[in-house]
């Protein structure tokens, strides 16, 4: 791997230094990756007076078809407030369906309709266009590499979940 102005950048389970400015120029990246990242979803969203909630709500019942609400205020790591305005407008408009738990009737389980399947598909489609194409650009190496940062960065609590839905499909 290349020395970047100034850092050590070596391979095989050495470690890795870097500079604040280094440091700080990769989270200016994050920032502006997520902000292209959901540029086009947002666009989607406005059309329909939707945010970025609905957008990750929409988006983690897919992955899940059957989490409960519990499971999804976890993943999400908003309040139960803020959850249930974002739920009560996504079943009022019929993108999601809310069903009573058969072993726990405290339970509301949410699954997308064929209306919030077809929102979710075209907000998907416009983040895996930009991926796809960020992913070609890079090349396979860099790929593995941003998957495994991705990875080191989360939470451990988050890291579970993201394993979990990675092995439910």
Known sequence: MA????GQ??????LLYLTDEQLRQGIEAMFF????????????????SYGR????????????????????????GVTKQSLNRVLRTL?????????????DKRERHLYLTEAGRVLERQ?????????????????????????RVLEAMMDPEMRRHYHGLREGR
């Open 9 to 14: 950048i070596q391979s095989g389970g050495e």
């Open 91 to 103: 079943i009022e408009d019929g993108l999601v369906e809310s069903r009573v738990g058969r072993s």
């Open 123 to 147: 907000l998907s489609d416009a983040q895996r266009v930009r991926m796809r194409d960020a992913y070609r650009q890079a090349g396979p190496e860099a790929v593995a590499g941003f998957k």
């Open 53 to 76: 909630a609905h957008h990750r709500a929409i988006h983690f019942i897919n992955c899940a078809p059957g989490t409960t609400v519990n499971n999804l205020l976890s993943i999400l």
């Open 33 to 48: 990756a997520y902000r292209g990242f959901t540029a086009d979803p947002d666009r989607i969203l406005q059309d329909l």
């Open 3 to 6: 020395e970047p102005q100034g």
